[in-house]
């Protein structure tokens, strides 16, 4: 089983930027499509990004948002700027098995997920 520990979270004023970090156990990183979630109160889970050999990011995000991974440290990383208050909300890191060459939104299709880590942009 495969272990996700989101970091780098925390309470950030509107147009700051934030870096968070998805370190990943297992031998087998670089074959699982990962990806960042959020969930803000009262709100659905919201599709942020994924990466496999390519990147996608929410229509609403691009221009602010970016995924990145290394697969030598295991890690997938989420750079996030220009921060809004509505980008409030819980980041859940989430892992795949298997490459898949377009934007995979659902989160039923994710094997693992981590603990997630909270973002807050006050009004």
């Known amino acids: 089983q495969v272990q996700l520990v989101e970091s780098g979270g925390g309470l950030v004023q509107a147009g700051a930027s934030l870096r968070l970090s998805c370190a990943a156990s297992?031998?087998?990183?670089?074959?699982?499509?990962m990806a960042w979630f959020r969930q803000a109160p009262g709100k659905e889970r919201e599709f942020v990004a994924s990466i496999s050999w390519s990147t996608y990011v929410g229509d609403s995000l691009k221009g602010r948002f970016t995924i990145s991974r290394d697969n030598a440290k295991n890690t997938v990383y989420l750079q996030m700027n220009s921060l809004k208050p509505e980008d409030t909300a819980v980041y859940y890191c989430?892992?795949?098995?298997?490459?898949?060459?377009?934007?995979?939104?659902?989160?039923?299709?994710?094997?693992?997920w981590g603990q997630g880590t909270q973002v807050t942009v006050p009004s």
């Open positions: 297992g031998r087998t990183f670089s074959t699982y499509t």
């Open positions: 989430a892992a795949r098995r298997g490459l898949v060459g377009t934007d995979s939104v659902r989160s039923n299709d994710y094997n693992y």
